[in-house]
């Protein structure tokens, strides 16, 4: 990654600072307490030239030196008042546990499965509602869209992506596949899942059976599933037929070491 000098001594004492300003930060305190004025903090981070992917990219394969990586995508809810600010609405609070006004940023990171380690790629802010409308897309049509905006970047690491229960919805997952993405998430517990039919094929007219029955948790056909040996509790692996989704999915199903079946994920 090319770094002029100029920004890379305005970069390096910002993160000094980022480290070091007890308060609120913003221009005016790097300002204060930095080596350049407000405005040199102001018109390096106005820099949209440099590639913050390929620079983070790089820090990345330094560290992380696991065979097996994948994409991790998290959103996260900032608190912020006021009017003047872009992109303010009303966005999810894990914390809080419901929708509050603030600003959300997309986080996207690699993670390093063999070494159990995670390193931030890059972030962006999420456009609030009013946006998203004007441009006919909803929040999930947004995260799938930006994902695939910056495929080249994310493939020269990995095409796995993993996120949580909030992405395991068809318009999220349908374009990722198609774009040769592998989508690893979590379904919510009342999602309608399927065995594969064991029946061959008669030949005859008509669309052949897809599915047997409906999967039920509580009572697992483990014939139909594969065991894999972990270090707490259960854990099956199987082929099911996703009914939100319309499309066979790779399924894990684990039960925790009590040895209760009412209690799985």
């Known amino acids: 990654v090319n770094i002029s000098k100029s920004f890379q001594k305005v970069f390096m004492d910002a993160m000094k600072l980022f480290m070091a300003i007890p308060d609120r930060i913003n221009f005016l305190q790097m300002g204060r307490y930095g080596c350049f004025s407000e405005q040199t903090y102001r018109n390096n981070f106005e820099n949209d030239d440099f590639d913050w ?27 912020k008042s006021g009017s003047k600010t872009p992109w303010i609405g009303y966005f999810w ?23 159990h380690e ?40 990995s095409n796995r992506v993993v996120c949580d229960a909030f992405f395991s919805k068809a318009t999220f997952i349908k374009p990722l596949c198609e774009n040769d993405f592998h989508v690893v998430s979590r379904f919510r517990n009342d999602a309608v899942l399927f065995y594969p039919t064991l029946e061959k094929r008669t030949g005859k007219r008509g669309r052949p059976k897809l599915h047997d029955g409906k999967i039920d948790f509580e009572n697992l056909d483990t014939t139909r599933c594969t065991e894999y040996k972990v270090d707490n509790g259960r854990l099956y692996g199987l082929k099911a037929y996703s009914k939100a989704l319309r499309r066979f999915v790779s399924l894990a199903v684990w039960y925790p070491m009590d040895g209760r079946t009412d209690k799985w994920q």
């Open 53 to 79: 992917f390929s620079f983070n990219e790089a820090i990345i394969r330094e560290h992380l030196k696991g065979g097996r990586k994948a994409i991790a995508v998290d959103p996260s809810f900032i608190p």
């Open 93 to 115: 609070s894990g914390c809080a546990g419901e929708y509050r006004r603030g600003l959300e940023i997309t986080g996207i990171g690699v993670i390093d499965v063999d070494n």
């Open 118 to 157: 995670c390193m931030t790629l890059g972030s962006v802010q999420t456009p609030d509602n009013a946006t998203l409308e004007s441009c006919g897309k909803n929040l999930v049509d947004w995260y799938s869209s930006y994902l695939i905006s910056i495929q080249e970047h994310l493939k020269r690491i």
